[in-house]
T-cell receptor
Framework: DAGITQSPRHKVTETGTPVTLRCHQT?????MYWYRQDPGHGLRLIHY???????DKGEVSDGYSVSRSKTEDFLLTLESATSSQTSVYFC??????????????FGPGTRLTVL | EDQVTQSPEALRLQEGESSSLNCSYT??????LFWYRQDPGKGPEFLFT???AGEEKEKERLKATLTKKESFLHITAPKPEDSATYLC??????????????FGQGTILTVHP
């Protein structure tokens, strides 16, 4: 399994405050992804990265930004958190090599509550 | 637009009672279909990738099959530890290579001893 950690694992914040979630991987995978998971919507892609400093938007990117300054780290920032961003956030990676070249591997998730 | 529909939404089985989960998909061209298992409070765990109709893959009590319109996850003689949410996702051909996945909403499987 890909070594993926997310921090923090739980966070409660207030509306209007900035929040940054961190994803760290030890597998040297090229691709990294941020998803949110909500009841009734399943997993939806927020942003993804295809290399250091190379990022692009997913299907639900409004209100989110990302950065990737190192292969192993992918940050998700909520510039001004809103209650609609209360969700569970998952990071995933994809290596493009070996037997699992096309599979995405997921981290443990961060539960974010915006009051 | 790619779509994935999983059924049933929830399935309750007795230990040893075999059954199947369904994943119906609509995609312009299928590059791959993925099955994941998700335990409460954890991230999805990869199970299988299927690439072409007729393909089958097995792992312990699970077998995944693929047709041109749907995939089945067959569970043979399930045990309580198989209880989890099972997610299906598709990746379409063409477009960018970033590996966009479209997920279904999952089937919650509960296996009673």
């Amino acid at each position: 399994d890909a070594g993926i950690t997310q921090s923090p694992r739980h966070k409660v914040t207030e509306t209007g405050t900035p929040v940054t979630l961190r994803c760290h991987q030890t597998e040297n995978h090229r691709y990294m992804y941020w998803y949110r998971q909500d009841p009734g919507h399943g997993l939806r892609l927020i942003h993804y990265s295809y290399g250091v400093k190379d990022t692009d938007k997913g299907e639900v990117s409004d209100g989110y930004s990302v950065s990737r300054s190192k292969t192993e780290d992918f940050l998700l920032t909520l510039e001004s958190a809103t209650s609609s961003q209360t969700s569970v956030y998952f990071c995933a990676t994809r290596g493009l090599a070996g037997a699992t070249y096309n599979e995405q591997f997921f981290g443990p998730g961060t539960r974010l509550t915006v009051l | 637009e790619d779509q994935v529909t999983q059924s049933p939404e929830a399935l309750r089985l007795q230990e040893g009672e075999s059954s199947s989960l369904n994943c119906s998909y609509t995609v312009s061209g299928l590059r791959g279909l993925f099955w994941y298992r998700q335990d409460p409070g954890k991230g999805p765990e990869f199970l299988f990738t299927l690439y072409s109709a007729g393909e089958e893959k097995e792992k312990e009590r699970l077998k995944a099959t693929l047709t041109k319109k749907e995939s089945f996850l067959h569970i043979t003689a399930p045990k309580p530890e198989d209880s989890a949410t099972y997610l299906c996702a598709v990746q379409a051909e063409g477009g960018t290579s970033y590996g966009k996945l479209t997920f279904g909403q999952g089937t919650i499987l509960t296996v009673h001893p």
